[in-house]
């Protein structure tokens, strides 16, 4: 199986930047695509975007032109660059990830614990 943990979250004033981690353990070289979901208080849960081992993304309209997923080039991790961050933006974090690809879509069936971005205005 697949382990996923997240860091980097945190509280930033609006209009600011934070960039979240995710790193890999276990059988990682199963892994087939990655991507970040989030919360929000009273909210349903969204794809915010996602990354295939190709390296095609997809991204959320919300944060479209805010955010860049990446992936790392040492371990087997992914990144998630937010700029221009909004109060609307504050929920929990998740990491996730694609065992098995599908023409179906994006369906995870790994995920991280979570990281709290909080943005004040």
């Known amino acids: 199986q697949v382990q996923l943990v997240e860091s980097g979250g945190g509280l930033v004033q609006a209009g600011g930047s934070l960039r979240l981690s995710c790193t890999a353990s276990?059988?990682?070289?199963?892994?087939?695509?990655m991507g970040w979901y989030r919360q929000g208080p009273g909210k349903q849960r969204e794809l915010v975007a996602t990354?295939?081992?190709?390296?095609?993304?997809n991204y959320a309209d919300s944060v479209k032109g805010r955010c860049t997923i990446s992936e790392g080039n040492v371990e087997n991790t992914v990144y998630l660059q937010m700029n221009t961050l909004k109060p609307e933006d504050t929920a929990v974090y998740y990491c996730?990830?694609?065992?098995?690809?599908?023409?179906?879509?994006?369906?995870?069936?790994?995920w991280g614990q979570g990281t709290q971005v909080t943005v004040s205005s």
């Open positions: 996730v990830a694609e065992g098995v690809a599908t023409p179906l879509g994006f369906f995870p069936n790994y």
């Open positions: 276990g059988s990682i070289f199963s892994i087939n695509a």
């Open positions: 990354i295939t081992n190709s390296g095609s993304t």
